[in-house]
């Protein structure tokens, strides 16, 4: 009784260690999941494109991209860093065609066109909706600078 108690608690332990060890699973983004391209211009065709997911629990999952004229989205995809990558094999990296930039991946995301100047400054809407409360809203701006868009750390706005 008492070895099989071991083999037990043994066997446990083991899923326990595979469990904490195995990979996250990506999101998967399908064409379906396109909410809104907008086009920035510039001399590559600079498009913005936002996609939101199904992330369970009442919860979508955003995405904001960046794409140049000649990138073709594929019918499915995972984000892993920056790169596109094949939902069966997340070490297969996708050929679009054209360059693509992952600028945020994560809360609800708008283009606040008011305060954007594309292509050269691009200012998003991050509306995070916590459970059971209202939704709270941060501005994050990117700039382009060479050939890629960078983020701006954000400004602490002082008496807030």
């Known amino acids: 009784m008492e070895h099989t108690a071991r083999n037990m608690s043994n066997a446990i332990g083991l899923v326990l260690l595979l469990a904490a060890t195995a990979a996250a699973d990506l999101d998967v983004w399908k064409q379906s999941d396109l909410q809104e391209v ?9 498009r913005l494109v936002t996609m939101s997911t199904f992330a369970g629990w009442g919860r979508y999952s955003w995405l904001a991209l960046v794409a140049e004229r000649s990138a073709i989205l594929p019918d499915s995809f995972c984000v892993q860093g920056d790169a ?10 996708l050929d679009i065609g054209g360059r693509v930039q992952v600028l945020i991946q994560g809360p609800m995301v708008r283009l606040d066109t008011a305060l954007s100047q594309p292509p050269d400054t ?14 709270d809203s941060a501005a994050a701006t990117w ?18």
């Not at 596109?84 to 990296?93: E, F, G, I, N, R």
């Not at 700039?143 to 807030?160: E, F, N, S």
Request: no cysteine; net charge neutral.
């Open 143 to 160: 700039i382009l600078d060479a050939g890629g868009y960078r983020r701006l750390p954000p400004r602490v706005v002082p008496g807030t």
């Open 84 to 93: 596109l990558v094949s939902p069966a094999d997340y070490s297969d990296t």
């Open 122 to 135: 691009l200012v998003l809407q991050l509306v995070g909706h916590p459970f059971g409360v209202e939704a």
């Open 38 to 46: 907008f086009p920035l211009g510039g001399s590559r065709g600079l």
